[in-house]
């Protein structure tokens, strides 16, 4: 009862209105003050609709607020939509995005300097490609089981080969340039500084391989070019999504939601009391 939720309609290029989701706490004084923890997805056609998520409960009870966004690539709107994000037109939903991070901030619903990232999955990758084209527009990053090799994915299992429907194939010399483009592996450029990033993985993943998010803290860690943090954070006996026992996802979302909170110093346990 402490919160509400509204849909807002974000136009992120001409005639492209993306449909984005806000709860935050009813109390006025508090819109835009907290960590705004922007997440999306944005890819086979998944669509994210409102409903009750314990790790969201948990954020806006430590005195956030969340914006979910179904960037082109997602099944809101249907096939077209989808279609719109898909191999050689990905970059749209990553430049979506981009544009609702954007609008988010200049719409007072989100500090410039308190806007977190968040992904799973196709939404991890997402999330970092966009960190990654635009560092300076994110304070936090927070990316679980990413998809970061975009030239190599295909060689991790059958499973990830089926894939190719929806990123294309490096074999192909066109989708060999797009993959290139915005895969997050092959664009960390060394001294940027980039924001505060936990990227977390299950060693035991069978669908998402684990190397993904092993190769691209690495490489992060070699090429950050300030102070902030670039930690890998492995679960040894989780798998991917609802394969990791519910305890470790407790855990896990325990210790983004932390890394979080500290890098932007904010004392959470004050902002929960301002409820």
Known sequence: SRYQT?????????????????????????????????HTYGGFAQTLTPRYQPEFMAWLEMG?????????????????????????????????????????????YAEANKLVAYGTG????????????RPSRFSVVLATAGVFDLLRYQYANANALSWQSEFGLSDNAEEFQTLRSYSPLHNV???TCYPATLLSTGAEDQRVAPWHSFKLAATLQRAQGCKKPILLDVDDNAGHGNKTPVWLQIERTHRQWSFAFNQLNVDWLKNSEQQ
């Open 122 to 133: 196709h939404g991890g990758m997402l999330v970092t490609a966009a960190m990654l084209k």
């Open 189 to 191: 450029t060394s001294g």
């Open 6 to 38: 509204e849909q807002v309609f974000v136009e992120t290029s001409p005639g492209i209105n993306v449909p984005v989701f806000l709860v935050h706490s009813k109390n006025a004084k508090q819109k835009g003050r907290g960590p705004l923890l922007l």
């Open 64 to 108: 956030g607020s969340l914006a979910i966004a179904n960037v082109r690539g997602s099944g809101v709107y249907g096939s077209g939509w989808h279609q719109a994000a898909i191999k050689n037109n990905k970059p749209n939903a990553i430049n979506d995005f981009l544009a609702v991070a954007d609008w988010l901030v200049s719409n007072d």
